[in-house]
């Protein structure tokens, strides 16, 4: 898929670096049809040395763009809006990467603009162009609109479409979720440690069993309790393993945090 329009970003951190990087290495544009806007100068020529996009550090400079991705705090999307609702037409297709703000907030803080909004739930991994996105279409937005705004974090991984009231779940399974994995690996090491063996051979032995555990239950396609089950043998290592984690809850705990992360990430939207 290629994108002939220009994209703007609004905000120039980590996660915007990333959708940046992915793009170019995906071919949906070239480097010189990105703009960026950041307060932070020296973060603007770094964008610019290292990916050769343009960047400045008013918010009007990327209007320019057809299509413009705001990576800004939640905090200050409101103030956002208010500078560049003026200047905005229906020629614009935004694209929200800030947490919890809902798309009523930014349908209204562009209101009569007749631009179109997505609102999208990327996470960290998209940072090494594996990232797990979430996107919800505003009331206006079209099936070209979802196209261009999938392609753009498949470029940085897979997304997946669902209605905006799913978007906290989104938060709390794969928001959250390289939390919950890098604990899981940390206690790897850890268990590594407490069997005596070497730390830099625990960290290997743990990232490499993770990374090739992933890799294959995408690759296989089977379901992660058939890959279970080829590993388990009849009175085995690993039954005697996976009896003590049922003892322990250690779904249930999984459950339970993903369920905790999507509450709390429908408390802190209406706090906004």
Avoid: W
Avoid at 31 to 39: F, K, L, N, R, S
Avoid at 247 to 262: C, N, P, R, S, Y
């Amino acid at each position: 898929m290629k994108i002939v329009e220009n994209i703007g970003f609004i905000g120039g951190g980590r996660m915007a670096e990333a959708l940046i990087k992915g793009i170019i290495q995906a071919g949906l544009v070239a480097a010189e049809q990105i703009c960026v806007v950041d307060p932070v100068a020296e973060r603007c020529s770094f964008l610019h040395e290292q990916y050769g996009v343009n960047a400045s550090g008013r918010n009007d400079f990327v209007l320019k763009a057809e299509i413009i991705i705001l990576a800004v705090k939640p905090q200050i999307m409101g103030t956002v809006l208010a500078d560049i609702k003026d200047k905005v037409d229906k020629g614009h297709l935004f694209i929200s990467i800030a947490a919890g703000i809902t798309l009523s907030f930014l349908e209204k803080g562009l209101a009569g603009t007749d631009s179109r909004v997505v609102r999208v739930m990327p996470n960290t991994p998209a940072l090494v162009l594996a990232g797990a996105s979430g996107l919800s279409p505003g009331k206006d937005a079209t099936a070209p609109d979802m196209d261009i705004a999938k392609g753009i974090f498949d470029a940085v991984g897979q997304s997946v479409v669902t209605a905006e009231t799913y978007l906290d779940a989104v938060t709390g399974l794969s928001g959250s979720g390289p939390a919950y994995v890098f604990s899981f690996i940390e206690a790897l090491i850890d268990a590594g440690l407490k069997v005596g063996l070497a730390r830099n051979d625990a960290e290997t032995l743990a990232l490499q069993t993770v990374y090739g555990s992933v890799k294959l239950a995408m690759e296989n396609k089977e379901h992660p309790a058939t890959l279970r089950a080829m590993v388990t043998s009849p009175g085995g290592t690993t039954i005697a393993a996976l009896h003590k984690m049922e003892k322990a809850g250690f779904q249930g705990i999984i459950m339970d945090a993903v369920e905790a992360a999507t509450i709390r990430s429908r408390e802190l939207g209406n706090l906004l």
